[in-house]
Every structure is written in C-alpha cells, then in structure tokens.
C-alpha cells in the first residue's frame, strides 16, 4: 500500500530537550516536505527537499532542521523545542514538487512542548 | 504575491442542501489549484484538481480566471461531507500553497 509514515503520532516534550519526528514514503517519491497545521493559519509548509541531499526552507523554517539521506526518509530535527512549536505537523510526498501528481500525507504528529 | 484566500472559518449547512466553500487566489501566472480534504482523525488527501476537471463524491470546481476563483461546489450536502477543506495553489517555486481550509459542518 503506497503510504506515508510518521512516527511519533503524539509527543508531549519539555522546552528544549531535542526530538526528531521521521517520515517515511514507500513510494519512490523525489519530493517531500513538511507542514504544520495551526488553527486559523491553515497548513505552512516548514522545509522541502527535491530530492536526495537537497533541500531548502519554506515559510516558516526557524527553529526547524531537516535532513534527506536516502530518497525514502525525510525527518524533522527540532534541537531546542519551544511552546510556540506546539502544533500538528504533516509530512507529503509527491512525484513532482507542484501537483501534477497527487500529494500524499502522512497521518500527523501532534506535539505538544511544555 | 502567491496567495491562497479561504475566508470562511467554518461553513454549517443542512443535510440535503448545496455547499459552496470560496476559494480565492492571487497568482500573476497560469494557476494550478486542488481542493484538499481532511476527515475527522484522518490525514489529508487530495480531493480534486482544476485540471482534470473531474468530479469527486459529488463536488466539482470551476477555475474562474476573471474572479480569481476556484470555489468548491456541491448541489446536496450529505452528512460525511463533514470535514476540514484546503484549498491550494501551485506556486511559482512549484511548490503547493494552502489556505486557511473551512471547516464544513453539515447536520442532520
């Protein structure tokens, strides 16, 4: 089944205690990138990458860090959590960076950094 | 500027009754839209796009260029229609730009 893996799916951390969030795509999929979800803000894309070792800020990249060794794994770095970093996030991945194919979703992790 | 405009929060209709949630957009080029769709407790999938011009479960999406709109439609509400609606716009980086979704509630 083509699918998008996150794990944790719930995570409550304290004020800067590092924690990495994975993403897995099982699909062969050049791009992938991570969103967090806030209510009224709608989804803000974080980081990018296009492809193996390449990748590049979104919109709201502070505090974040990303990294993309292999093709499959995309995971987010947060090295010193705060509470403004409570949010739900999101990883997707697609074939093209645009939508020329459907963008696929992870379940979402929701982090709660007290 | 690339921008995504959804300027309902929330939309309550009836079951039965026709649903139209607003999307605008602000785009110098040739737009590419979707509708994205999250159910309760479920991660967001791709509803439709403009492109193919499809309709999906019932709802269908008409680029207007002039308006710069790319409203969601759907001419009888069903209740697990309820959900939260993104709508998104393919950017000049290629990448997709999401507005603030409406959350359609339909009641019985």
């Known amino acids: 089944e083509a699918q998008v893996t996150q794990n944790p799916r719930y995570l409550i951390t304290v004020t800067g205690k590092k924690l990495t969030v994975t993403c897995s795509q099982n699909?062969?999929?050049?791009?992938m990138s991570w969103y967090r979800q806030d209510p009224g803000l709608g989804l803000r894309q974080i980081y990018y990458?296009?492809?193996?070792?390449?990748?590049d800020k979104g919109d709201v990249p502070e505090g974040y860090k990303v990294s993309r060794k292999e093709k499959r794994n995309f995971p987010l770095i947060l090295e010193s959590p705060s509470p403004n970093q409570t949010s739900l996030y999101f990883c997707?991945?697609?074939?093209?960076?645009?939508?020329?194919?459907?963008?696929?979703f992870g379940q979402g992790t929701r982090l709660t950094v007290v | 500027a690339q921008r995504v405009t959804q300027p309902e929060k929330l939309l309550s209709v009836f079951k039965g009754a026709p649903v139209e949630l607003k999307c605008n957009y602000s785009?110098?080029?040739?737009?590419?839209l979707f509708w994205y769709v999250q159910y309760s407790r479920q991660r967001l999938q791709l509803l439709l796009r403009?492109?193919s011009r499809e309709s999906i479960k019932g709802f269908t999406a008409d680029l207007n260029k002039g308006e710069t709109s790319f409203h969601l439609k759907k001419p009888f509400a069903q209740e697990e229609d309820s959900a939260m609606y993104y709508c998104?716009?393919?950017?000049?980086?290629?990448?997709?730009?999401f507005g603030t979704g409406t959350l359609l509630a339909v009641q019985p």
């Open positions: 998104a716009l393919r950017g000049a980086t290629n990448k997709l730009i």
């Open positions: 785009y110098s080029g040739s737009p590419e």
């Open positions: 997707a991945s697609s074939q093209d960076p645009g939508g020329y194919t459907e963008a696929f």
């Open positions: 699909m062969n999929h050049e791009y």
């Open positions: 990458s296009m492809n193996v070792e390449v990748t």
């Open positions: 403009h492109i």
